[in-house]
Antibody, heavy 123, light 108 residues
Framework: QMQLQESGPGLVKPSQTLSLTCTVSGGSITSGGYYWSWLRQHPGKGLEWIGFISYSGSTHYNPSLKSRVTISLDTSQNQFSLKLTSVTAADTVVYYC???????????????WGQGTLVTVSS | SYELTQAPSVSVSPGQTARITCSGDALPKQYAHWYQQKPGQAPVLVIYKDTERPSGIPQRFSGSSSGTTLTLTISGVQTEDEADYYCQSADSSGTYWVFGGGTKLTVL
């Protein structure tokens, strides 16, 4: 059974870099056809796609966040990571890691989600 | 930027049919998907590729698409279906993905 688990600091200071890691179990992140994704959700509000990295390492980011986001793979640990620079209070949200499926015949959708982790930006 | 529009809330009685819609200009060109999210939990995929139901999702959940409107139909709604429902799709060029604002389904 595929499982994803986010980890990282729950508190980050303004202007610093938010770093989160997602540990994947029940499957390999190098399996073809999957796109390892980060999303976020303001408490009580809607979802926002941050970006993804493919099994081969190619990345794609939300244009609104692209200048601040880096997603990377660590195949030795079966993990992938998110870095978001220059954070502000507006980045205080729940962050989800997830497995995306992407194919021209189906579009892109998420079939497995982590439980989510709240990151607070505050001094 | 591209947007998907959903009504904020829908209310139905148990056993009735709930219809939740999502509208977007690119929906005729891009597949869309639906997620169910209960309080304090991660979303769960209930419909993908407009009309397909993942394994384990009850048959009462179905999806349809017509022009710029996507519809999630829940037939014979049960109290356990009370949740927020989000549609998700891509912009017309397929370069980034967005979610609708969500619809809160209340089962009275």
């Amino acid at each position: 059974q595929m499982q994803l688990q986010e980890s990282g600091p729950g508190l980050v200071k303004p202007s610093q870099t938010l770093s989160l890691t997602c540990t994947v179990s029940g499957g390999s992140i190098t399996s073809g056809g999957y796109y390892w994704s980060w999303l976020r959700q303001h408490p009580g509000k809607g979802l926002e796609w941050i970006g993804f990295i493919s099994y081969s390492g190619s990345t794609h980011y939300n244009p609104s966040l692209k200048s601040r986001v880096t997603i990377s793979l660590d195949t030795s640990q079966n993990q992938f990571s998110l870095k978001l620079t220059s954070v502000t209070a507006a980045d205080t949200v729940v962050y989800y890691c997830a497995r995306g499926v992407y194919h021209m015949l189906s579009g892109y959708y998420i079939d497995y989600w982590g439980q989510g982790t709240l990151v607070t930006v505050s001094s | 930027s591209y947007e998907l529009t959903q009504a904020p809330s829908v209310s139905v009685s148990p056993g009735q049919t709930a219809r939740i819609t999502c509208s977007g200009d690119a929906l005729p060109k891009q597949y869309a998907h639906w997620y169910q999210q209960k309080p304090g939990q991660a979303p769960v995929l209930v419909i993908y590729k407009d009309t397909e139901r993942p394994s384990g999702i009850p048959q009462r959940f179905s999806g349809s698409s017509s022009g710029t409107t996507l519809t999630l139909t829940i037939s014979g709604v049960q109290t356990e279906d009370e949740a927020d429902y989000y549609c998700q799709s891509a912009d017309s060029s397929g370069t980034y993905w967005v979610f609708g604002g969500g619809t809160k389904l209340t089962v009275l």
